[in-house]
């Protein structure tokens, strides 16, 4: 005999929402249907197991971390300034850093009046330079 | 102290820090659940979490203050579940036969050729473990709907309500699913009938 019977049908019969009429028709049918009745049985322990799966119980912590960094997230992008704010604290962190390292350079003594010297003579330079161009326009004029 | 759903409806109004932080309180266990539920994944439930508050947040605006919050947050939840991408559910979750099945060096490929290891393998890959597999690999509105009526126990309706479809298409979701499942389970040899 040809099985008209599907899983849906099967599951409505296992739901108790098949139609009367349809119900004794497929229970007549699977007295002979050796497919539906294997069809049946193996709906019957699938949800047998599936009723079985439990939800999780125990909620992990992180979960507490996700809000905190949602909530983060939304209501520090909305204060403007936070940002710039950030990179010029990250920005004095560094030179602070570097000049705790210039501090440990060997010859730093000799560099730093190396420098002062540098200075002096570039100033000494400029005025002499500066002189000497306003002579040579108050000559022209 | 619990607060009211109204207070925190007010201050979510006012995009104040303390009714979202209030909101999220109140429904982060539920959401968590489903997430879990729906990717068998702390890291993927964690991830499609975080999804959800920013969409609640986004979404505030649209929602209709006279109505409960409960279904419009579980609604929220459920979408953010299905539209999160395929690709994106741990890969560690999914057995190929190359993959390590023991942190080690080991792969189903090797086991299965050790027929010393079998056992041990099969024991490890119970019934339970199996048809959590198997749900997470249902196509997404299935496994939802398989979800919410099995695990959360809600009625056709209420699943109707939450995925926003008629009741029709929520059955044959299940049906689906169910189908989809059993295949899954008779040809991996669960049940020796």
Redesign the interface.
């Known amino acids: 005999m040809e099985c008209k019977f599907n ?2 049908i099967i ?1 409505e019969y296992l739901e108790g929402t098949i139609d009367d009429l349809e119900k004794v028709l497929f229970e007549e049918h699977m007295k002979e249907c050796k497919k539906c009745r ?1 069809e049946l ?3 019957k ?3 047998f ?3 079985h ?1 439990k ?2 119980e125990v ?2 912590k ?2 507490e971390f ?2 905190n ?3 983060d ?3 520090n992008t909305k204060s403007s300034g936070f940002e710039v704010k950030k990179f010029i604290k990250k920005q004095k962190e560094t030179i602070a850093l570097a000049t705790n390292f210039m501090n440990y350079v060997p010859g730093k003594t000799i560099a730093k009046k190396g420098i002062k010297g540098a200075n002096s003579l570039l100033s000494s330079a400029s005025k002499k330079g500066f002189k000497y161009g306003l002579k040579l326009i108050q000559e022209r004029i | 102290m619990e607060v009211s759903e109204q207070k925190i409806i007010k201050l979510c109004q006012k995009s104040r820090r303390e009714g979202f932080e209030l909101l999220f309180k109140k429904f982060e266990n539920y959401i968590y659940r489903i997430c879990y539920s729906y990717t068998y994944s702390k890291e993927d439930a964690l991830d499609i979490m975080q999804e959800v508050f920013l969409r609640i947040y986004k979404a505030f605006d649209t929602f209709d203050t006279n109505k409960s919050l409960s279904p419009w947050v579980k609604r929220i939840t459920v979408n953010t579940c299905i539209n999160y991408k395929r690709d994106n559910i741990s890969k560690h979750s999914d057995v190929s036969i190359n993959a390590s099945i023991d942190d080690g060096e080991n792969t189903f490929e090797d086991v299965v050729a050790d027929s010393c290891k079998t056992e041990d393998k099969a024991i490890y890959m119970d019934t339970k473990k199996l048809l959590e597999d198997s749900i997470r690999q249902l196509p997404n509105e299935e496994r939802m709907a398989v979800i919410l009526k099995h695990i959360k126990g809600l009625s056709y309706e209420s699943i109707a309500e939450i995925m926003n479809c008629p009741q029709g298409t929520v059955k044959t979701y299940i049906y689906r699913g169910r189908k989809l499942l059993k295949e899954k389970l008779v040809k991996k040899g669960v049940w020796e009938v």
């Open positions: 899983s849906y599951q294997l049985t193996h709906l322990l699938l949800l197991e599936i009723d799966l939800e999780i909620i992990p992180d979960v996700i809000r960094n949602v909530l997230e939304i209501f």
